[in-house]
């Protein structure tokens, strides 16, 4: 997503909340959506229909759906969320040409081994969520 076509909030979040890494990154990000601009939505019951493509597509791959019913997938849904929750989305350097074929095949890669990351190892990459802050003074 470039920095013209900026998202219309709340912005939706459709992750697999089976995956270790998916649900420890999407607390980080309601941690730190001090503006509450996200929401989130588990796909993962295998009951689940509700989503803005089929639940095996959803299950590939995060899904972002805005205000305005623009869908996002991938590294696009991944940028436009942590904007959202006021994080680098490293979208200038995801734009350039050579990087961004990259990215994606590299996010495709990870969603297909999600589930060979032990817990563990996801809680230490994305697990450490929002600053804790006592009387003005945070840290991470």
Do not use: K, Q
């Amino acid at each position: 997503m470039s920095r013209d076509a900026l998202p219309a909030y709340p912005l939706t979040l459709y992750f697999d909340a089976s995956c270790a890494i998916c649900s420890a990154e999407m607390g980080n990000l309601g941690a730190r959506d001090t503006a509450g601009r996200l929401r989130f939505v588990d796909c993962s019951p295998a009951s689940f229909s509700d989503g803005p493509a089929p639940r095996d597509a959803l299950m590939a791959a995060i899904h972002a759906v805005d205000a305005t019913g623009r869908v996002l997938v991938g590294v696009p849904a991944i940028r436009a969320s942590r904007a959202a929750a006021g994080l680098p989305s490293g979208g200038g350097l995801l734009d350039l040409p050579l990087v961004a074929p990259l990215a994606d095949r590299a996010y495709a890669l990870l969603a297909r081994n999600r589930y060979r990351i032990p817990r563990w190892l996801a809680t230490r990459l994305a697990g450490r969520v929002a600053p804790t802050c006592n009387d003005g003074n945070c840290r991470l």
